[in-house]
């Protein structure tokens, strides 16, 4: 039973204009879009998590658009006009995120992104090289000029063991994951916005005017509900079209005079590993087992942290020495067609999540579009 609270605490604590669910990019994207457009309403974030929960603060921070492998699978997905107007919305989302944190908070550095391909990759290499011209002709105007090209020479020099292609992304950067989110919840409280953490709602009741959220901690109530919570959306609105894919992770002890700088893509992104403060991070795998890994469930598998220890060991830092430091993983959504689901799923009940494991590049504008679809509505 939830605590008996006084009618001060039940006035001022629990009943809002909008309640958003989720205080991940997309929810606190949302909040503060709201707040920034509407000042008087009253807005409160309810969290599952004593941090965000699912991939927020769990990713690699990737301020990317996608390597050229997987773009020839979203433009046989999408079509090529569909495939710019994605690109331009992760672009624009990147953009957004800068200019409403900058670049020094989230500690944004362009340092370029490369993709690499195993000696025994040459088919799938040589696709992709064919392809460069395409994409940077598709992708100029909103980017800018020449964005991918081979970068073969660096191999040698960041010491990598089998590649034989490498094509570089000039425009990729990264960011701290940590840095961003810490920056975004103090942006939203700034602002007046609530966030109530460990605070997770177990149903949605709809009454006339007003949505009641049922939570262990006690109910809420709001006039307008958005939830964010991404792949854990389905227990809150079962019929949403999503599946959860988890992002398993590792990172090394820092690592002397380590050569490797950028944001790297391997297996049509479905491996990925950057420097981060000297230490190698590296994910992914989940393509060993897809339907393992379509889970909410946190945790490792065998079969997935083999294949990422393969990888480092034989790959990234064949001479080099290195300890594992320790492993996490992160909670994704993804859907059968690439673009976000922004729905009003029913009246003043507000959805937004699917963001295809490119959440850093378009949960701001994610955030932004359903907090635009919202205010509609007042």
Request: hydrophobic fraction near 40%.
């Amino acid at each position: 039973m939830p605590p008996a609270f006084s009618y001060w605490e039940k006035e001022s604590f629990f009943t809002y204009d909008t309640i958003v669910i989720g205080s991940g990019i997309v929810g606190l994207n949302a909040a503060i879009r709201l707040k920034k457009t509407a000042p008087t309403l009253k807005i409160a974030i309810l969290e599952r998590g004593f941090l965000p929960t699912g991939a927020s603060t769990k990713n690699a921070g990737f301020a990317c658009f996608g390597s050229i492998s997987e773009l020839i699978e979203q433009e046989e997905c999408a079509g090529l006009e569909g495939l710019a107007l994605l690109i331009e919305k992760r672009w624009k989302g990147l953009l957004k995120l800068r200019n409403l944190l900058g670049d020094k908070t989230i500690d944004y550095q362009c340092l370029g992104g490369y993709e690499l391909f195993k000696n025994d990759d040459i088919f799938l290499a040589d696709t992709c090289v064919s392809k460069i011209e395409h994409y940077n002709r598709l992708i100029n105007d909103v980017v800018g000029p020449k964005a991918f090209g081979l970068a073969n020479k660096k191999i040698t020099s960041f010491g990598f063991k089998g590649i034989n292609t490498l094509i570089e992304n000039r425009y990729e950067a990264q960011i701290d994951s940590g840095k961003m989110m810490f920056a975004l919840i103090q942006y939203a409280q700034k602002l007046g916005i609530n966030i109530f953490n460990n605070c997770i709602v177990d149903q949605i009741q709809e009454e006339n005017k007003r949505t009641q959220l049922i939570t262990k901690n006690g109910s809420f109530f709001c006039k307008r509900l958005i939830v964010t919570t991404n792949a854990f959306v389905k227990d809150l609105l079962p019929d949403v079209d999503i599946s959860p894919g988890r992002g398993q992770v590792l990172i090394t002890k820092p690592i002397k005079e380590l050569k490797i700088t950028g944001t790297f893509h391997y297996d049509k992104g479905y491996y990925y590993f950057r420097n981060i403060n000297n230490r190698i991070l590296l994910g992914g795998g989940r393509n060993i087992d897809f339907k393992a890994e379509e889970t909410t469930k946190f945790g490792q598998t065998e079969p997935v942290q083999l294949a990422l220890e393969g990888l480092l060991k034989n790959v990234i830092l064949p001479k080099v020495n290195y300890e594992i430091d320790y492993r996490w993983s992160g909670i994704m959504a993804f859907g059968k067609t690439l673009e976000p689901l922004i729905e009003e799923i029913k009246p003043n009940i507000f959805c937004a999540t699917r963001c295809n494991g490119m959440g850093i590049a378009i949960g701001a504008q994610t955030g932004e579009d359903v907090a635009e679809m919202l205010l509609k509505r007042l």
